[in-house]
């Protein structure tokens, strides 16, 4: 791999966006931001929407900053969050903006779904791990409120699908992203019609499936000259954002697990196979596609997004704290004092995240956080204990020996977090890249455009670009008595 090829990726995000440069020369790649930009939810009459609109303004944006630096792209790829989608028109437009998952119109949805088709029947033909605001549930909404959108309807393309359509004229679903849908089977990877004959919907609803690597297109010629680019091709890359990010795992072989670290914390392994049984469906386990035929078995955690919200209120009451005196006023407090359980139902989204831990503290006889330091440390030492929690019900499962694991994204910079994890989990954490979903959308590009030809010789090259550190475990006696208190109160 010695020419220099330059590949632009469209990272979307459920609160921002980018558009990064990547630069792939003799075996390293580099990335440069190019724009950055928000990415807020609209609110219509009491429905949440998302502006794809507005998203495809941004896309174009980047497209015009390379064209306004003299550089000339190889390849675009497009990545977003997960199961959001738009419908398309008889005549191709597009029949209003998405509904975003954070729209309550899914609530009670999954138990109504189930009178029709049970529980037990949709995991074993999907592994997808259930939430209320999955696509499944989400069509089964519409259906329920009527939606003149949904009766429309030729096709149905999620949200990286549609930014592509935009650019391209071409209509497809990208693997990944729509197995997060839980409408996939999970062993032919195709629309499952079982499941959308409940609603008396028909997989025809949704175009064909392709997967990760695959060039859907040159950007359409109108869209090339108002950006003042060439038509350039778009490469469906892992159009889920966890998907590509998993893709940038630095890792030399199968045995490891991964945690993508963010608003959301996404912990599990890549296989070959789903891993569907009662086990699986007990602990509710997800088998999302991957790349090059990998499945991607993980569980959703709830993240750093308990820490997003009371930063929220603390900016509010005027007390704006960096990062790093987070971490330092973590570091600084009694460590174990207060616990939580972080996907307790009471932190999906409540008015105060403040309020909502000292309730759960109260509720579970615990002191309650008086400080704004002991907050901090309860948020962090709650995610590392219930990292191990999730990782030795991954262990039960798994095929293989988990023997490291490897956090990417945003999170794998809080050094701290990554210490305490790697004392709970007593297995060395490898923590980096920062920038893991865009350096995967970049590195599938690369496998679109025949640059690498494995998902193993991808990681070589990303090896070969990132400076993982890795953290190992300490204090482990200190830790599994933590971890016995931390299981006493999440039981209660």
């Known amino acids: 791999m010695k020419q220099r090829n330059l590949l632009f990726a469209l990272d979307l995000g459920a609160t921002s966006g980018r558009s990064i440069l990547g630069v792939l020369e003799n075996g390293k790649l580099e990335l440069q931001e190019l724009t950055r930009f928000p990415n807020t939810i609209i609110q219509v009459q009491g429905k949440y929407y998302w502006n794809i609109y507005a998203l495809f303004e941004a896309l174009k944006d980047g497209l015009k900053t390379i064209a306004a630096k003299g550089i000339e792209i190889d390849s675009i790829g497009i990545d977003t969050w997960g199961v959001d989608f738009v419908y ?83 209509q497809y679903c990208e693997y990944t992203i729509a197995s997060t849908s839980q409408i996939v089977n999970a062993y032919n990877k195709q629309m499952e019609p079982k499941l959308l004959e409940v609603m008396n919907l028909s997989p025809a609803l949704f175009p064909e499936i392709v997967m990760p690597g695959k060039t859907i297109g040159n950007v359409q010629s109108s869209v090339a000259t108002e950006c003042g680019i060439k038509p350039t091709p778009v490469i469906a890359v892992a159009g889920h954002d966890t998907a590509s990010a998993v893709v940038a795992v630095p890792a030399e072989d199968e045995n490891f697990a991964y945690l993508s670290s963010g608003t959301w914390s996404l912990m599990g392994i890549e296989t070959k196979e789903p891993i569907i049984n009662d086990k699986t469906f007990d602990l509710n386990f997800t088998n999302e596609g991957g790349v090059d035929g990998t499945i991607r078995f993980l569980k959703n955690i709830t993240g750093m997004w308990l820490l997003e919200q009371c930063r929220k209120e603390w900016e509010k009451a005027g007390k704006s704290y960096t990062y790093p005196e987070i971490v330092a006023m973590s570091d600084g407090a009694k460590p174990f004092r207060s616990l939580i359980e972080p996907d307790d139902a009471s932190f999906a989204n409540p008015p105060s995240m403040l309020k909502a831990i000292a309730a759960y503290c109260e509720k579970t006889g615990q002191p309650v956080p008086e400080e704004d330091a002991q907050v901090i440390r309860c948020i962090f030492d709650s995610l590392a204990l219930k990292y191990k929690h999730v990782l030795d019900s991954l262990q039960e499962v798994a095929p293989f020996p988990i023997k490291k694991l490897h956090v990417i994204g945003g999170g794998s910079q809080n050094k701290l977090l990554n210490q305490m994890t790697a004392n709970a989990i007593g297995i060395p954490v490898v923590a980096g890249p920062s920038e893991a979903t865009a350096i995967g959308n970049i590195m599938i ?26 953290f190992e475990p300490k204090d482990s006696n200190i830790w599994a008595d933590a971890y016995t208190q931390f299981k006493n109160i999440i039981n209660k």
């Open 88 to 170: 398309v028109a008889e005549d191709g437009s597009l029949l209003g903006l998405p509904r975003s998952y954070r729209d309550p119109y899914t609530e009670g949805a999954q138990e109504a779904y189930f009178e029709q088709l049970s529980r037990k029947e949709v995991y074993d033909i999907t592994g997808i791990q259930f939430m209320n605001f999955n696509s499944l549930f989400q069509l089964f909404a519409a259906k329920k409120e009527n939606s003149s959108a949904l009766k429309a309807a030729k096709n149905i393309l999620f949200v990286p699908d549609a930014l592509s359509y935009l650019l391209t004229g071409k």
């Open 445 to 470: 590009q690369a496998m679109g455009l025949g640059l690498v030809k494995s998902l193993q010789e991808v990681r070589d090259v990303i090896r070969n670009s990132v400076s993982p550190e890795v």
